[in-house]
Nanobody, 127 residues
Framework: QVQLVESGGGLVQAGESLRLTCTAS????????VGWFRQTPGKEREFVAV????????YYSDSVKGRFTVSRDNAKNMVYLQMNSLKPEDTAIYYC????????????????????WGQGTQVTVSS
């Protein structure tokens, strides 16, 4: 089992930045790809970004590409999502999720691929 906890959410104005942190605990000795997703009321969970266990494979949704950056520190069991130039449409609950890394560069864009989820952290961007 792996437990994930997100932190770093909050209320910011448009154009400002936030950094979310996903901290993993439990059976973290195995490699995991970690994805970030977000959800607003009445909508399905939306893919934001993902990074493979090796760190070399990274993918972003078109809506955040160029503004968000994902990174990880495997020694600390932490994954980060740096969010710059935030827009009101980025307002959502953000979740990190982990899936076993079948290869060092494995990643998935599908929420159904992920076995473990954090509780989410609210990000609100005011105009």
């Amino acid at each position: 089992q792996v437990q994930l906890v997100e932190s770093g959410g909050g209320l910011v104005q448009a154009g400002e930045s936030l950094r979310l942190t996903c901290t993993a605990s439990g059976r973290t000795s195995s490699g995991y790809a970690v994805g970030w997703f977000r959800q607003t009321p009445g909508k399905e969970r939306e893919f934001v970004a993902v990074q493979s266990w090796s760190g070399s494979s990274i993918y972003y949704s078109d809506s955040v590409k160029g503004r968000f950056t994902v990174s990880r520190d495997n020694a600390k069991n932490m994954v980060y999502l740096q969010m710059n130039s935030l827009k009101p449409e980025d307002t959502a609950i953000y979740y990190c999720a982990a899936t076993p890394a079948y290869t060092r560069d494995y990643f998935s864009l599908r929420a159904t691929s992920y076995n473990y989820w954090g509780q989410g952290t609210q990000v609100t961007v005011s105009s």
